[in-house]
């Protein structure tokens, strides 16, 4: 599956937050969306995943517009893993994660020991199987987000949207979960803050500032100490590291050292 | 390898033991029916009151001479003063209460999935403000006064109706004021506004009509009451529940995505806009309906979900039947309870519903497991 925007613009309260954006992401390819805080990120994922329109511009699936298709359709094919909103109601874990497998399901028809399985199978992949019959809203943030992904993964999508997937998750899980989605060989579109979790996984990165796409390219080309310096406004330095091989940022703070 | 099959065990069990649940609390639904008409001011025997039940629910062929099942002597089970308490009174009763109760119960769970908030109730867009003001204008001004033709005719459960419909409009129309999607925080905030707004109203021709009698009347209408009940009013709020029933049983999937939230709901394939207008208005309809016929029933349609989540849990194919049934049989006995509480007098339902909901419900915040639907913090 193929996800396109084509100069996109979303405006919240009648002010330009996402201006003229186009991305896209191939098959199987695993795409970064990097930005400072209120760049623009969150808001272009929301058109993405429709509960945002855009006021101009067209977001397609291989070259369907996405207004022509129902949301039932987008969601057999597209998951999202989004930041996380409390909930009012409470679920079992197990009850949340089949919940994955809705969209394809018709408004009869029972959970399968088919459902159960991809649900269980799901549960696993995120390390979360011995919570399947906790209650959703006593787990801690990060499980909570492990459980969300979970869920997205029982959907069996052929692309994924995430945003800021490793929020709240300590560093075993954040490698954890960025290695299940990318073992998945599935099209991703990820939101990240970590530049080095980006450098590890992503192959292709557009960098969001004010709204717009300021940088694209294959992530090593673009992560660069200058464009570091200009988007984010921090001082750094991006080596080769000698153990991984891959690009490493190192940050440095702005208070002088004695 | 063992613990997969033990998960699927589990699982099922649990269903197993659900859908067990709501057989008997359907069977409880019907003996609390056939248990209720035995209740009254008036003792009966429990055989007399079963005679004419059977008598009269099998259109007279059990008991008749012709078909030879013969169950004693049964004059008095199609005449007299006995007949009209059992089948015509007490008999409509009781199943008003319980057709009343399903659908209160259902609408109180529909609404809160709806509008993703657990203080949600039926009468959350404003239902019986409306309702009110429309009782109130109906029977201390007479719709007789400002409107003539078929309109000055119509009864206080049309002009309840009439201004249940109104109220559920104009939140309708406040929540979409600015545009955008409707949101829980828009909804309950324009039944705030329109409830205080409505009220004020209904205050003011209470204060105008000075009328003791129609002032006792409206308080009464407004603290709900079965004692209208006959069969020739059964049929819209029957007809009401089980369309309802047929319809939302076709709904539960999709209810139990919308209580993940509005981006869930949306990234899981529910389109939300949609549902969430259809759910308000088919579920504001049947409260309307339920309130044209027997005044505001406060707390069954707020309790009853939250009392049946806190031991099924919030999967809708499993809550929304226990819930109506569990409504139903709670509305069944409140009335009893209102019937024969006060010897020779009857206190309105609503004030039982509210005096046993009440500690309940407070029972239910002292217990740390149940969190109202939310967590506990």
Redesign the interface.
């Given at each position: 599956m193929r996800l396109e925007t084509k100069d996109v613009v979303v405006s919240l309260s009648r002010k330009d937050i996402v201006k003229q954006v186009s991305v896209q992401v191939r098959e199987n390819e695993f795409v970064g969306l990097l930005g400072p805080n209120g760049s623009g990120k969150t808001t272009l994922l929301k058109s993405i995943y429709r509960v945002l329109r855009p006021s101009a511009g067209y977001i397609s699936i291989d070259g369907t517009d996405m207004r022509q298709l129902h949301v039932k359709d987008t969601a057999k094919r597209m998951g999202v893993v989004s930041q996380f909103n409390n909930l009012a109601f409470d679920f079992t874990v197990e009850e949340m994660v089949l919940m994955g497998r809705a969209p394809h399901k018709k408004a009869f028809s029972q959970d399968t020991e088919e459902d159960y399985r991809i649900a269980r199978e799901a549960l696993e992949k995120v390390d979360m199987l011995d919570f399947r019959d906790r209650s959703f809203m006593t787990l801690s943030g990060g499980e909570k987000q492990r459980i969300l992904l979970a869920r997205t993964l029982a959907q069996q999508v052929e692309m994924l949207v995430l945003d800021e997937p490793t929020n709240h998750l300590d560093i075993k899980y954040q490698i954890q979960i960025m290695d299940v989605v990318k073992s998945l060989g599935i099209g991703v579109l990820a939101a990240l803050h970590d530049l080095n979790l980006t450098l590890m996984y992503c192959t292709y990165v557009y960098v969001l500032k004010d709204g717009r796409i300021v940088a694209d390219g294959p992530t090593e080309d673009v992560i660069t100490e200058d464009l570091i310096r200009r988007v984010y406004e921090v001082d750094c330095s991006v080596e080769r590291h000698p153990k991984s091989g891959k690009l490493h940022v190192t940050f440095f703070s702005n208070l002088q050292e004695d | 390898m063992s613990?997969?099959t033990e998960?699927?065990v589990?699982?099922n069990s649990r269903h197993a033991f659900l859908r067990v649940l709501i057989i008997v609390f359907a069977i409880a639904l019907v003996l609390s029916i056939l248990l209720a008409v035995t209740i009254g001011a008036v003792k009966i025997s429990f055989g007399d009151v079963y005679r004419i039940v059977i008598y009269n629910a099998t259109h007279f062929k059990i008991g008749s001479v012709e078909t030879g099942i013969l169950i004693g002597d049964l004059d008095f089970a199609s005449k007299g003063t006995m007949y009209e308490i059992v089948w015509n009174v007490r008999m409509p009763r009781v199943m008003m209460g319980a057709i009343v109760g399903i659908l209160l119960a259902m609408c109180g769970v529909v609404m809160?999935?709806t509008v993703?908030?657990?203080l949600a109730d039926p009468y959350i867009l404003g239902i019986s403000s409306g309702a009110s003001l429309g009782a109130t204008f109906s029977i201390m001004i007479g719709a007789s006064a400002l409107f003539s033709g078929v309109l000055a005719g119509m009864g206080t459960a049309f002009w309840a109706f009439a201004g249940a419909l109104g109220a559920m409009a104009l939140v309708m129309t406040l929540a979409h004021v600015g545009g955008g999607r409707i949101t829980s925080a828009k909804l309950v905030l324009a039944g705030c506004v329109v409830g205080s707004l409505f009220g004020a109203f209904t205050n003011i021709i209470v204060y105008i009509g000075q009328d003791a009698e129609n002032m006792k009347n409206v308080t009464y209408w407004l603290m709900g009451s079965m004692a209208a009940a006959r069969w020739h009013n059964l049929a819209l709020p029957g007809i009401c529940m089980v369309a309802g029933l047929l319809f939302f049983i076709?709904?539960?999937?999709?209810m139990?995505?919308l209580?993940?939230?509005?981006?869930?709901a949306?990234?899981?394939?529910?389109?939300l806009g949609k549902w969430r207008r259809v759910y308000m208005v088919v579920t504001s309809l049947l409260s309307a309906v339920a309130v044209c016929t027997c005044g505001i029933v406060g707390f069954v349609g707020l309790m009853i979900p939250h009392i049946v989540?806190g031991f099924v849990?919030?999967?809708h194919r499993f809550l929304l039947p226990i819930a109506a049934l569990a409504g139903g049989i709670f509305l069944i006995w409140t009335d009893v309870l209102a019937r024969v509480i006060i010897p020779n007098s009857e206190i309105p339902i609503g004030v039982i519903t509210s005096a046993i909901g009440a500690p309940i419900f407070v029972y239910m915040m002292i217990k740390k497991s149940y969190?109202f639907?939310?967590?506990?913090r």
């Open positions: - | 613990k997969k998960t699927k589990y699982t809160q999935a993703q908030n657990p076709t709904q539960l999937r999709t139990n995505t209580l993940l939230g509005d981006e869930a949306i990234t899981l394939g529910v389109d989540r849990g919030s999967d969190g639907g939310g967590a506990d």
